[in-house]
């Protein structure tokens, strides 16, 4: 299969996934629409202020949390390659009343689509599997932020990817790539992450991608690291027999120190 191909497969399960995201519990439409955030604890603390800032999120899905940058003050804007998400993150923006632009874009090719720069570019958790090159995504990131603009990414751990998520005699298995490949993983998967009827289209394929990778193709596009925090914690039972920690979080039962699970970075572009 080609890139292309690739990606079309991806984009029709993500078109799948919106109504049942909407309608799920988990994503809480109406709680949002009362007034919530989707923002996490750590998210907003590591960031810091948004106030007056102008900020764009990269693969935004229906744009719960670009929307909850918006209710801290932030100018937002989403890009997605869904138009159902698309769709569902202005509808979200009108029945909220909280502004927010939505931009249908691929994000390879969204510098095309959309000639601005961004205080900030603002990168969720599961985004970057669905991208083949992690280079490229850097320099999509750089050719959006001002001079002195920051990226923010909280992501599950490449190492965390790597394991083999199926076994219950709680050892940590290497089973699938922790760097980058030319191919990536396909899954079928009837259902998505929330709760919800099964998927149209359950087929998808990604790519895993280093820290390493991922640090140096963000220096190499010109910026520079500010933090780089590993956490021993992570927001959804990834393996069957993590135990809940703090609430919304999941960790080993002992061992801690065994494995990052997450992690978290500020980059800056230089000037």
């Known amino acids: 299969m080609t ?20 309608a799920s519990r988990a994503y809480d439409w109406e709680g949002f629409v009362a007034g919530g955030s989707s923002l996490d604890p750590v998210e907003v603390e590591e960031l810091g202020d948004v106030s007056g800032k102008r900020l764009l999120h990269l693969q935004c899905h229906f744009g719960r949390d670009t929307l909850s940058w918006a209710r801290l003050g932030a100018t937002v804007t989403g890009i997605d390659f869904s138009p159902a998400a698309i769709e569902a993150a202005r509808r ?13 874009a691929e994000l390879y090719d969204s510098p095309n689509i959309l000639d601005e720069r961004f205080d900030i570019v603002y990168t969720g958790i599961g ?22 603009g920051r990226l923010y990414l909280r992501e599950g751990h490449p190492g965390l990817w790597a394991l083999d998520d199926e076994r219950d005699d709680r050892l940590l298995v290497t089973r699938y790539p922790y760097f980058e490949t030319p ?43 500010e933090f ?3 956490h021993r914690f992570v927001d959804w039972q990834a393996l069957p027999w993590m135990v809940r920690a703090d609430p919304g979080r999941y960790r ?9 699970l997450m992690y978290s970075l500020r980059a800056v572009k230089e000037g």
């Open 3 to 22: 890139l292309d191909e690739y990606r079309e497969t991806n984009r029709l399960n993500w078109d799948s996934r919106v109504p049942v995201h909407v």
């Open 92 to 104: 979200l923006s009108a029945e909220s009343g909280v502004p927010g632009r939505f931009v249908e």
């Open 127 to 148: 985004a970057l599997c669905w991208l083949p090159d992690i280079r490229g995504w850097a320099e999509v990131v750089a050719r959006f932020l001002e001079p002195g």
């Open 183 to 225: 191919e990536p993983q396909r899954w079928v998967t009837p259902n998505t992450y929330t709760d919800g009827p099964e998927l149209e289209h359950p087929t998808t394929y990604e790519w895993n991608h280093g820290l390493g990778e991922i640090v140096t193709a963000l220096i190499d596009a010109g910026l520079r690291l």
């Open 228 to 230: 780089l925090h590993e």
């Open 252 to 260: 080993l039962p002992e061992g801690d120190e065994r494995l990052p």
